[in-house]
């Protein structure tokens, strides 16, 4: 099955930094990457989304790019505002089967005012 | 449009009680499915379901029994509660499309096993 590696697993940064975030999959016949964000007490709810016939999707402050020759994709949050503050979770799976998504452990994101 | 509902939103369960929490949604999705959140080990599956009467086990599904009868409602039955049961526990539901899906979490169900 789909193993997804997440990194880092707490990231600290100033407000008004940028925000990185990496994950690995290993299945090669995935090819649907949505990030969730979960705030403290509450549901995961979807940030962004890329698939594979996609190098890069931009929104706003928050870009995901993916890399499927090396099974790897990245959120990166530009200008980090407190309330980001979350935890981050990647996934991976089929486009059809979205709702057997393998989960990433998550990255718990702090920013600093 | 309530989008996905569970409940009890907290249960403490003595060891050896089963329960069920209830998961609902009014979105018409094909899929549904059940996770659990422990901390640091992120969000895993504990079974799904891609339509009425048809269920399937994910990745940690010992302990737990599901039914789909019909597309809107896909409860979680924990048969004899133990301890290491103790999680978060979060249905979701999402279309099946080759476009991708977006999962469409209910708000969670704290579990506490004594």
């Known amino acids: 099955g789909e193993n997804v590696e997440q990194h880092p697993s707490t990231l600290s940064v100033q407000e008004g930094d940028s925000a990185v975030i990496k994950c690995t999959y290993s299945d090669s016949a995935s090819n649907y990457f949505p990030w969730y964000k979960q705030e403290l007490g509450k549901r995961p709810q979807l940030i962004i989304d890329?698939?594979?016939?996609?190098g890069e999707k931009k929104d706003q402050r928050i870009a995901v790019t993916l890399n499927k020759t090396a099974k790897h994709f990245s959120l990166h949050i530009t200008e980090t505002q407190p309330e980001d503050s979350a935890v981050y979770f990647c996934a991976a799976t089929l486009s059809t089967n979205a709702g057997k998504s393998t989960f990433g452990d998550g990255t718990t994101l702090t920013v600093k005012p | 449009n309530a989008g996905v509902t569970q409940t009890p939103k907290f249960q403490v369960l003595k060891t050896g009680q089963s329960m069920t929490l209830q998961c609902a949604q009014d979105m018409n999705h094909e899929y549904m499915s059940w996770y659990r959140q422990d901390p640091g080990m992120g969000l895993r599956l504990i079974h799904y379901s891609v339509g009425a009467g048809i269920t399937d086990q994910g990745e940690v599904p010992n302990g737990y029994n599901v039914s789909r009868s019909t597309t809107e409602d896909f409860p979680l039955r924990l048969l004899s509660a133990a301890p290491s049961q103790t999680s978060v526990y979060f249905c979701?539901?999402?279309?099946?499309?080759?476009?991708?899906?977006?999962?469409?979490f209910g708000e969670g169900s704290w579990l506490t096993v004594v």
């Open positions: 979701a539901s999402s279309q099946q499309r080759t476009s991708g899906n977006t999962i469409y």
């Open positions: 890329i698939r594979s016939n996609v």
